[in-house]
Every structure is written in C-alpha cells, then in structure tokens.
C-alpha cells in the first residue's frame, strides 16, 4: 500500500531551528509538496520538491532523496507564527495526492 | 488518521457537460468540509467552506453557480462542475474537518483529476 510517514508532534523554542521529517512509500512518484496549515485555514504551499537535493526559500528549506523516499522541511530562527501543523504530500505515478497525517508543531518562548 | 474519499479519482469530460465529484468521510462525522483546487505545482486554492445543512461559502473569485456544493450530511459532501470548460481542468481535492470544542481535525481526500476536453 501507499504510505506517508511524519510525526506527529514537535516541540521546539522559539529562535531555535526544527527538522521535520517524511518518509513515503507511494506507487511511483512525480513530486512531494510541504504545506503549513493553521487551525481552520486552508493549507498554505510550503515547497514543491521533484529533483534530489535542498531547496532554499526565506526561513524553510526543503530537502529530497527519491532513492532514500526521504524527505524533510528545515525551519530556521522559529517564530510563534510558525506554530502550525506541516502537511506532507508526494504525488504518485497517477497524479495522485498521497497525504501524511500532519505534524503539529509547537513553538515555545 | 480518518480516511476521506473522493469518486471519482480521475475524469474526462466533453466541454459543456456537468460532472459530479463526490467526498465522504469514512469514518468520522465532518461538520465542515472544504473544496479546493490545485493547478500543477502550485498550492491549494480553497474553492469554498460548506457545513452540513448549510449553504457553502465560497472564496472570492469562485462562481457559486458554476461549482455547485452540495453537503448534505456529515459524511457526504459533492461538488457539481457545470457546463465544464478546459480551464476547469484541474485536481479537485475535498477536506473533512471536525471541530468539538478546541479539538480540531482536518483530513484531505485523495484528489479528483478533471479533464475537460
């Protein structure tokens, strides 16, 4: 079956940097997507990864290993407002969505 | 998680024609559900906010009568594109949600693909 992977909760201080992490197992693969969601607010994108390596963008960056199913989402000098869940999502060979069940994210002063 | 699923999950369609797509939630009662679309590589657009019983909210820039919401009970919610053109062409993905009291969960279906012709 198809399967996306991250935990659950994370805790981290604010200033501070926070890894997390996703890994897959999907029927194929045409690109995995980072989304930030707000309690009752639509998912806002994050990132859009489809070639191996580190994408940098502002305070997140995002990183990809097709051969490893890996990927994770780095957020640096955290701020309050970053407390959020973290969506991840890798389209499969059908153009598919396969969505992980989120990562909340608490930021601590 | 729950499991939220749509039908169909992929279609193609004639221009002009209606196509209905349908989301439920298996296993939990989703007071609101949410229809988003997505373009290739770009982020969700929510479409429009509906709650059981309700008339949908819809986002600003979303024709009300061309995508018809339908949620007609906790676990069903149907989005109605009519009279589809090719730029309607796009993955629809529906989210059911369920808030009591500060708890509050939100699960995304699988996406519907439309392709109008």
């Known amino acids: 079956g198809q399967n996306i992977d991250q935990p659950t909760e994370m805790t981290a201080t604010e200033g501070a940097i926070v890894q997390i992490n996703c890994t897959y197992q999907?029927?194929?693969?045409?690109?995995l997507f980072w989304y930030q969601q707000h309690a009752g607010e639509a998912p806002t994108f994050l990132s859009y990864?489809?070639l191996d390596g580190l994408e940098e963008k502002g305070r997140f960056s995002s990183f990809l290993s097709r051969s490893k199913g890996y990927s994770y989402l780095l957020l640096k000098e955290l701020q309050m407002k970053d407390s959020a869940s973290y969506l991840c999502?890798?389209?499969?060979?059908?153009?598919?969505?396969?969505w992980g069940a989120g990562t909340k994210l608490i930021i601590k002063p | 998680g729950a499991v939220v699923s749509q039908h169909p999950s992929w279609v193609i369609c004639k221009s002009g024609t209606s196509v209905k797509i349908e989301c439920r939630s298996l296993?939990?009662?989703?007071?609101?559900m949410f229809w988003y679309r997505q373009f290739p590589k770009q982020s969700l657009m929510l479409m429009a906010t509906?709650?059981?019983?309700?008339?949908?909210?819809?986002e600003q820039g979303v024709e009300k009568d061309k995508f018809l919401i339908n949620h007609a009970s906790l676990t069903l919610s149907t989005l109605t594109v009519t009279s589809a053109h090719p730029e309607d062409s796009s993955f629809y993905i529906c989210?059911?949600?369920?808030?009591?009291?500060?708890?509050?969960?939100?699960?995304f279906g699988p996406g519907t693909r439309l392709t109008v012709t």
């Open positions: 296993d939990f009662q989703a007071t609101t």
């Open positions: 999907t029927s194929g693969f045409n690109g």
């Open positions: 509906s709650n059981e019983g309700s008339k949908a909210t819809y």
């Open positions: 989210s059911a949600a369920s808030v009591s009291g500060s708890d509050y969960e939100q699960y």
């Open positions: 999502a890798v389209v499969d060979s059908n153009y598919q969505l396969i």
């Open positions: 990864n489809v």
